[in-house]
């Protein structure tokens, strides 16, 4: 009875350990933690965290506050209009410049979960063009990405899209950044950002 017991406490010990390393970086109410840049609009409503384009029809971004250099963050989109979108990792901001790296976020047959150099290289990798038939346009859609050192690996709704390493990437620092490409015409609509560090 005495061992079971302390399995029992190691075990929820171990589950408070791991739970505590998650953080939730939008609480469903406001934008705690993050900065807009750009005038594109950025808000809360109903609980879900929403982009939208603005009359500049310009870059927008919503970024951390916080620098995170390996980790796995899961989050859910979902898309209207075109829904030209990208999560940007160990990235930075100077008005809407962005420096850093991005896990699209696009319509159908554009590319979603493969990684681009904004400002620099461009396209580093595109996922197969069979995977785009994991992408769920309108609908709710959950990406994980896994950045450790110099590797990136992002999934889609369960599938792995690319595994990528570079050296550049693996030099980078930053935070991470919600973006509406320029154009106009952008709605998305996001919601359960977790982030684990690793």
């Not at 933690?33 to 927008?60: H, N, Q, R």
């Not at 996922?127 to 990406?143: R, S, V």
């Not at 690319?162 to 991470?176: L, Q």
Request: charged share 25%; net charge neutral.
């Amino acid at each position: 009875m005495r061992k079971l017991l302390l399995v029992a406490v190691l075990f929820a010990t171990v589950n408070f350990t791991f739970a505590q390393k998650k953080e939730k970086l939008f609480n469903g109410e406001d934008l705690t933690g993050w900065t807009i840049y750009g005038t594109e609009k950025w808000y809360v409503e109903d609980g879900l965290l929403i982009s939208e384009s603005g009359p500049d029809k310009g870059y927008g971004y919503l970024g951390t506050n916080e620098h995170y250099d390996d980790f796995e963050i899961t989050l859910e989109f979902k898309q209207e209009a075109n829904g030209n979108s990208g999560v940007f990792i160990r990235s930075t901001v100077d008005g809407t410049k962005v420096s850093g790296w991005q896990v699209e976020v696009a319509p159908p047959g554009h590319d979603t979960g493969g990684i681009y150099e904004s400002y620099g290289r461009g396209w580093l990798i595109k996922p197969d063009p069979e995977k785009d038939k994991y992408l769920k346009f309108g609908k709710w859609n959950k990406m994980r990405i896994v950045v450790k050192g110099d590797n990136v690996t992002s999934y889609l709704n369960g599938h792995e899209m690319v595994n990528f390493t570079d050296a550049k990437i693996g030099e980078g620092k930053g935070g991470i950044c919600l973006q509406i490409h320029d154009g106009g015409g952008i709605k998305v609509y996001w919601k359960n950002i977790v982030l684990k560090k690793l």
